[in-house]
């Protein structure tokens, strides 16, 4: 184990043996291997968004053991997905990658001003699975969020007691934030913030914009000059949020209609303003495979810089 590693481990004194061994692993695997860095697939979109909008630009990923596939062949850090995918090839691919069950999920059959999620995993199905961990959704902005905070923390404390790290999506969403707030620099901060202190190891938010929703917030942003102009600002920030960047902040790898250079040109500001990595879906797995392994491959080239 490297001094970077070492010294990530070092912020997280009050886990358990077993659970720095899991994150460990996760900083450990993939070509991004002790660099503190993470590029990590994530398919949890055939349940978030519909089959045929998941999978339908690349047939061959409607196959669970397609993903599996990918992850290890790019060398990603891990692999997360809800219950039936993993369970579809945790046997054939056991112990080639890291696995993180997506323990909650949520569907768009309905238009939701204030969306929830519903339990669809459990600890016990992570352990059962060889996982690392487990990844829960919240929405901080949603008329449900003290319900899911809660529900996260009592998840939370059941996974860190078998040894299991814990990954936090916090998406800001809900009827009392605008369109434009949901990905608001305070608020994106704010959602990290809230994540950290539920317990996450690893805090996934969307990259920020320079947009601020909440007026008591501008005044604090304009009176004391917080940079966030450009994107590199913004994640600085974002990760200053997260106990001045002792937990794990990575960010999401946005939608397919995203130009491959403006991607990379995000991944660099990501690097640039100390973010840990990226969490990138559909960017790679609704290309065909040899697109997806040269755009990963892309990514971890300038994080591995």
Avoid at 255 to 281: K, V
Wanted: hydrophobic letters at 40%; charged letters at 20%; one cysteine or more.
């Amino acid at each position: 184990m490297n001094a970077k590693v070492r010294e990530i481990l070092s912020w997280y004194g009050s886990d358990n043996p077993g659970t720095l061994t899991n994150l460990a692993r996760l900083l450990g695997h993939g070509r991004l291997a002790g660099t503190g860095k993470l590029v990590i697939l994530p398919v949890d979109q055939g349940f978030e968004h519909g089959p045929g909008r998941s999978f339908g630009a690349n047939p061959p990923a409607y196959d669970p053991r397609y993903h599996f596939e990918l992850a290890i062949e790019s060398g990603c850090s891990a692999y997360a997905a809800p219950l039936g995918f993993l369970e579809a090839g945790a046997r054939q691919f056991a112990g080639e990658i890291p696995l993180i069950l997506k323990v909650n999920d949520h569907d768009v059959l309905l238009n939701e001003a204030d969306p929830d999620q519903a339990l669809t995993g459990s600890v016990a199905d992570a352990l059962r699975l060889g996982c690392i961990g487990i990844g829960f959704t919240i929405y901080p902005g949603s008329s449900h969020r003290l319900q899911m905070y809660g529900t996260i923390r009592a998840y939370a404390e059941e996974a860190k007691r078998h040894g299991l790290i814990v990954v936090i999506w916090s998406y800001p969403r809900g009827s009392a934030l605008s369109k434009p707030g949901e990905t608001a620099i305070d608020v994106t901060a704010y959602a990290a913030h809230i994540a950290a202190q539920l317990g996450a190891h690893v805090i996934k938010v969307k990259l920020p914009t320079a947009h601020i929703e909440q007026e008591e917030a501008r005044k604090v942003y304009e009176k004391e000059q917080i940079p966030v102009a450009t994107l590199a600002e913004r994640v600085k920030h974002v990760v200053e949020c997260t106990f001045a960047g002792r937990r794990i902040t990575i960010f999401s790898g946005g939608a397919t209609n995203t130009d491959d250079e403006a991607l990379l040109d995000e991944i660099r500001a990501i690097r640039s303003g100390g973010g840990f990595g990226s969490i990138i879906g559909r960017n790679s797995f609704q290309r065909q495979r040899p697109q997806a392994l040269k755009l990963l491959s892309e990514v971890m080239d300038i994080y591995a810089s």
